[in-house]
């Protein structure tokens, strides 16, 4: 079977989990352990950004759930594009606010700045987006936008790390932005995520209530005193990250080059080999100002029944297919958050969309296959 994700790893995260199980401190560590290495090379991975503003955390989903907690009250709105990962409205109905499902390109998946104006009202707290495929969406309207209505915006920038619009990096144009390093993402730490806020307050905030709400823990007392008692800021639960992943965060990150250049390469040729089919169109290309990072490929068939019969077809001949993201809307759970908004688009993109394997143990050969049996799919079919 050709999986349509998978991880990289190799002997250098052994060796690096190795040492980490040699040092005796497997946990989560403030101050001078794995967790700050991997923050300080994260960091400039995504452009030299200040590592107060950051912080790990246990997973991308968990990040959303303390970011929208953070700055929801019960009743308010949240946006989304009903094109977003569950996490997202699971959190905005946790924290007893109101999730407003917006449109989306139906070719690009990602919503536009008038599909989010749509939905505003006096209500809306905060907006959540998302760049779909690892493709930016148009960030810099979207920042416009929420800043002229006092709106929060938070980049869901799981399955878009390391993409760039005019040479910098999103996740860092909202007030927060929130990395996935689940095995399935480019670089993985097993599971893992971080976080990015402009509002150190906020940041602060999260970090209490992610370790306990604990203000010092015993070994920063001095040493004069008592060194187990403690006082917390917060009722905090427990969600951080252990230096065994942050060990393998980092090791992931010095592969990250090679890494995007084979997604590039075998992005580019699923394009090559798949754009002249008539049946089907490839996504669009993207702006010479913003760059990708090639998280997803996908093609959308213009007849429906097409997608779901290939989709079968390609699993029964060993190929992985999927479709992401589930709108939101059709998710029986979230019924009464029916949208008054026109979804049209995205209901298009949920019926043609197919997601074709893309990571970076693909080979050339890999795609040339798959590409062939999506040729020979239409070819069997029409002979029936
Ligand atoms: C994978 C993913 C998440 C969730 O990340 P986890 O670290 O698995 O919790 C959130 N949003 C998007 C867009 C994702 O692709």
Redesign the pocket.
């Known amino acids: 079977m050709i999986n349509i994700y998978q991880p990289s790893l190799g002997e250098e995260e052994v060796s690096a989990v190795r040492e980490v199980f040699q040092s005796n401190w497997l946990g989560y560590g403030r101050n001078g352990t794995k967790q700050d290495e991997f923050v300080n090379k994260f960091a400039s991975a995504i452009g030299d950004i200040d590592t107060d503003c950051m912080t790990t955390i246990s ?6 759930f303390q970011s929208i907690g953070a700055y929801i009250s019960p009743g308010d709105e949240v946006i989304m594009p009903s094109i ?2 569950i ?2 409205a699971n959190a905005v109905v946790h924290h007893k606010g109101i999730p407003v499902f917006c449109d989306v390109d139906r070719h690009t998946l990602n919503p536009n700045v008038s599909d989010i104006e749509k939905c505003i009202t006096d209500k809306t707290r905060v907006v959540v987006i ?1 760049h779909y495929a690892g493709a930016p969406c148009d960030i810099k309207g979207i920042v416009a936008l929420c800043k002229r209505h006092g709106i929060i915006l938070i980049e ?1 920038n ?2 878009s790390p390391f993409a760039k619009v005019d040479g910098q990096n999103t996740g860092t144009f909202g007030d927060m932005g ?1 990395w ?3 095995p ?2 480019i670089i993985t730490t097993g ?3 971080m976080i990015y806020s402009k509002d150190l307050d906020i940041l602060q905030h999260i970090k209490y209530n992610t370790y306990l709400g604990l203000k010092s823990s015993g070994s920063t007392n001095a040493v004069d005193k008592k060194w187990w008692e403690f006082n917390i800021e917060t009722p905090g639960s427990k969600s951080t990250m252990n230096d065994l992943s942050a060990a393998i965060g980092i090791q992931q990150l010095q592969k990250l080059q090679s890494f995007m250049l084979t997604r590039k390469r075998m992005h580019e040729l699923y394009d090559e080999l798949l754009k002249d089919i008539e049946w089907l169109s490839v996504p669009p290309s993207t702006a010479d100002n913003v760059e990708s990072s090639y ?1 997803m490929y996908y093609i959308q068939t213009h007849d429906a029944t097409d997608r779901d019969n290939l989709a079968k077809y390609l699993r029964d001949h060993g190929v992985y297919t999927t479709f ?2 589930y709108p939101l809307h059709w998710v029986e759970y979230f019924s009464e958050f029916k949208s008054t908004h026109e979804l049209s688009n995205s209901e298009y993109a949920a019926m043609h969309t197919l997601n074709l394997p893309l990571h970076q143990d693909i080979t050339e050969s890999d795609v040339r296959q798959i590409v062939e049996l999506i040729n020979s799919y239409k070819k069997e079919t029409k002979s029936v």
């Open positions: 997973c991308c989903s968990e990040a959303l977003s990962f996490a997202t998302i869901d799981a399955s929130l996935s390093f689940d399935m993402k599971d893992g995520g998280y992401r993201y």
